[in-house]
């Protein structure tokens, strides 16, 4: 399987990203990289065809793929992937500057990280744009990503003065038990085409501020933004005389399999679905490798009965429309008590016909509703309503594709299904919610814990007793536990990530660092004797 899957890099669901080799919509006479419109796109160095490879230089050797706008089906640009050779240079070069980069102080680490950050600040309204145009999501969603790799810059800044370990008492006398972290070596990044800036971001951040080199494999439909991100980044080491500690192939399968099975590679984040994550940790596991998998979410938002019920909508629209549904936090369930279900579903519905009038091209800022990623996503997103509505499910709004260029097709919501409906237990990477009546908080909890997947999801409540029910042990088994808040979406703080079938990886603030380092513990024997620990004598 996995060498199958691992062409498409890391994807969530189903959500392959075919369209790169033909349009299948309407092809521009030509790529809008020379369109005056998209001026942004020379901006950040793109041309009409693309090296995809950056080893120390720019080069791309492998097939040459089209990048596409899923919101009119025009292509941007072209850009030539890596092959397994140029892999293989990213490897060495990745390596052999990490053994330079490790010896740096971590405070000059993070300088060089702050000056990333800088840069980042620089372009942030040309590459958010270029994350909108490519990927498909509003162009407040697109700025927004590139700010969060800014924040996690100005995070793992600080990091690298306080990434400390601990002093420990010992039981022997004149001995002190110290901890240290050290990084890894090379760390190997497959990021997914839903946020195909950030977390890279939130990985390279911090891989780099605690040591490490890191080489990004991004996803083969996003192309253009892990290029203009690269150069970013690569152009800050390069003003400072450093050798290129980050690494970039686009590729196909075998890129994918050899950065997966490379011993060189000492810890894989993976951002994707489900299956392929898990054979990417088999495989990564089968050489005593470090993974990190990010992978698939089937998020629910319960609404209470003495929920504040204008935030809990607000929450409930944004969660469940925010990005066209293509976020790993997505709201696919609103478990809402039977007292407040009617009038709950009413309201919401208005909002999403409401919707309607604000669908369009991501760079417009009227749009508030942008187009899903590819044909695929069209694809699922209309068998899974056909299964749906097979099961018994009703569509309240919304069950049909648009009629316009591009990949657009309505935000729905789906009622009248039994909480442990198999459509309703898939994740399914489409603006589809599934409305479920509870009639009790326990019983809520008990749905959102049911699921395979274990990433986000939250509670809305006005009484202290339900709240600290909901964020202890017998309440939500996921990662991410909110209260009077959207499932959807994290800030870099915290650290972000799931339980069970999401993959337990964790990215960003809190201690996520501690998956870049490796921990010694030394003990110091400042005695003239040799006491030996347990009180254990050899004569």
């Known amino acids: 399987?996995?060498?199958?899957?691992?062409?498409?890099?890391?994807?969530?669901?189903?959500q392959i990203a075919r369209g790169l080799r033909l349009n299948t919509l309407r092809m521009a006479s030509t790529y809008l990289v020379e369109n005056s419109k998209y001026s942004f796109l020379k901006d950040l160095g793109l041309g009409k065809v693309n090296s995809g490879v950056f080893n120390g230089e720019?080069?791309?050797?492998?097939?040459?793929?089209?990048?596409?706008?899923?919101?009119?089906?025009?292509?941007?640009?072209?850009?030539?992937?890596?092959?397994?050779?140029e892999l293989e240079k990213c490897l060495e070069v990745g390596t052999t500057a990490y053994h330079q980069w490790k010896n740096l102080p971590a405070p000059y680490r993070g300088e060089i990280?702050?000056?990333?950050?800088?840069?980042?600040?620089?372009?942030?309204?040309?590459?958010?744009?270029?994350?909108?145009?490519?990927?498909?999501?509003?162009?407040?969603?697109?700025?927004?990503?590139?700010?969060?790799?800014?924040?996690?810059?100005?995070?793992?800044?600080?990091?690298?003065?306080?990434?400390?370990?601990?002093?420990?008492?010992?039981?022997?006398?004149?001995?002190?038990?110290?901890?240290?972290?050290?990084?890894?070596?090379?760390?190997?990044?497959?990021?997914?085409?839903?946020?195909?800036?950030?977390?890279?971001?939130?990985?390279?951040?911090?891989?780099?501020?605690?040591?490490?080199?890191?080489?990004?494999?991004?996803?083969?439909?996003?192309?253009?933004?892990?290029?203009?991100?690269?150069?970013?980044?690569?152009?800050?080491?390069?003003?400072?005389?450093?050798?290129?500690?980050?690494?970039?192939?686009?590729?196909?399968?075998?890129?994918?399999?050899?950065?997966?099975?490379?011993?060189?590679?000492?810890?894989?984040?993976?951002?994707?679905?489900?299956?392929?994550?898990?054979?990417?940790?088999?495989?990564?596991?089968?050489?005593?490798?470090?993974?990190?998998?990010?992978?698939?979410?089937?998020?629910?938002?319960?609404?209470?009965?003495?929920?504040p019920t204008d935030m809990a909508l607000d929450a409930a629209f944004f969660g469940c429309i925010g990005t066209a549904g293509q976020r790993c936090t997505s709201t696919r369930r609103l478990i809402i008590h039977e007292k407040l279900y009617d009038e709950f579903v009413t309201k919401l519905v208005?909002?999403?016909?409401?919707?309607?009038?604000?669908?369009?091209?991501?760079?417009?800022?009227?749009?508030l509703y942008g187009p899903l990623h590819n044909q695929q996503a069209v694809d699922n997103y209309k068998n899974t309503l056909a299964e749906a509505v097979k099961l018994g499910g009703k569509v309240e709004c919304g069950g049909k594709v648009i009629d316009r260029p591009g990949f657009f097709v309505e935000p729905t919501i789906v009622t009248n299904l039994p909480h442990?409906?198999?459509?309703?237990?898939?994740?399914?990477?489409?603006?589809?919610?599934?409305?479920?009546?509870?009639?009790?908080?326990?019983?809520?909890?008990?749905?959102?814990?049911?699921?395979?997947h274990g990433l986000s999801s939250s509670l809305f409540t006005s009484n202290i007793g339900s709240a600290f029910q909901w964020i202890g042990e017998g309440g939500s088994d996921c990662g991410i536990v909110n209260i009077n808040t959207s499932p959807s979406g994290a800030e870099i703080g915290g650290a972000f990530g799931g339980e069970k079938h999401t993959g337990g990886g964790r990215e960003s603030g809190s201690d996520a660092w501690k998956q870049y380092v490796r921990r010694s513990t030394i003990t110091v024997n400042h005695s003239p004797d040799l006491p030996l620990a347990q009180g254990l004598v050899f004569e």
Not at 2 to 7: A, H, K, P, Q
Not at 59 to 84: H, L, M, Q
Request: charged share 25%.
């Open 350 to 367: 208005k909002r999403y016909n409401n919707l309607l009038k604000r669908v369009g091209h991501p760079l417009e800022e009227s749009t």
């Open 113 to 307: 990280v702050r000056q990333i950050g800088d840069e980042l600040r620089k372009y942030r309204e040309p590459l958010g744009k270029l994350v909108s145009l490519e990927m498909g999501k509003i162009m407040a969603e697109g700025v927004g990503e590139v700010q969060e790799f800014v924040d996690i810059c100005d995070y793992a800044v600080g990091l690298s003065r306080m990434f400390a370990g601990q002093i420990l008492p010992s039981e022997r006398a004149k001995h002190t038990i110290i901890e240290k972290w050290n990084p890894l070596g090379l760390i190997g990044v497959i990021s997914a085409f839903n946020f195909p800036c950030a977390v890279f971001g939130w990985n390279a951040a911090i891989a780099l501020a605690v040591g490490n080199s890191v080489l990004w494999k991004g996803a083969p439909s996003t192309p253009l933004v892990s290029i203009a991100t690269t150069k970013i980044v690569t152009d800050v080491l390069k003003r400072n005389n450093l050798p290129p500690v980050v690494t970039l192939c686009q590729g196909g399968t075998d890129v994918g399999k050899k950065m997966v099975a490379d011993e060189r590679v000492k810890l894989l984040s993976f951002t994707g679905s489900t299956a392929v994550g898990r054979e990417v940790g088999v495989e990564v596991q089968r050489r005593f490798g470090k993974f990190l998998l990010e992978l698939g979410g089937n998020n629910a938002l319960i609404i209470n009965d003495d929920a």
């Open 1 to 14: 399987m996995i060498s199958t899957v691992l062409r498409t890099g890391a994807i969530r669901g189903d």
């Open 58 to 85: 720019w080069t791309g050797t492998g097939e040459v793929i089209k990048s596409i706008d899923p919101a009119s089906g025009d292509v941007i640009a072209e850009v030539k992937t890596g092959t397994v050779a």
């Open 420 to 452: 442990d409906s198999p459509v309703v237990h898939k994740e399914t990477f489409a603006p589809i919610v599934y409305i479920l009546k509870a009639k009790n908080l326990n019983e809520a909890i008990e749905w959102n814990n049911e699921v395979d």
